[in-house]
């Protein structure tokens, strides 16, 4: 069973830094892409970063410079650490992992706000 479970979201005053966690199991880890997406209120689902199983990576221009994706194989768990957050940043951060077939966790609340 592919379990994808997201962790480390909360509140945070702007400029302030949260590290967001994605433990996997039941997936071949180190051979997945994975990705972390946002949404936001009352807006789509959008990518914001996203790392491939050679730890390439790639970012959403809104992020490039604050959020940086990292990835342990040994873990089998992907990073999203994010600083010098804004209230823009507050939405519901997902993973997802991506091989032959694309599994999303429930997602994690993060909230950038004074």
């Known amino acids: 069973q592919v379990q994808l479970v997201e962790s480390g979201g909360g509140l945070v005053q702007p400029g302030g830094s949260l590290r967001l966690s994605c433990a996997t199991s039941g997936i071949i880890f180190s051979m997945n892409a994975m990705s972390w997406y946002r949404q936001g209120p009352g807006k789509q689902r959008e990518l914001v970063a996203s790392?491939?199983?050679?730890?390439?990576?790639n970012y959403a221009d809104s992020v490039k410079g604050r959020f940086t994706i990292s990835r342990d194989n040994t873990k089998n768990t992907v990073y999203l650490q994010m600083n010098s957050l804004k209230p823009e940043d507050t939405a519901v951060y997902y993973c997802?992992?991506?091989?032959?077939?694309?599994?999303w966790g429930r997602g994690t609340q993060v909230t950038v706000s004074s």
């Open positions: 790392i491939t199983s050679g730890g390439g990576t």
């Open positions: 997802k992992s991506r091989r032959f077939r694309e599994y």
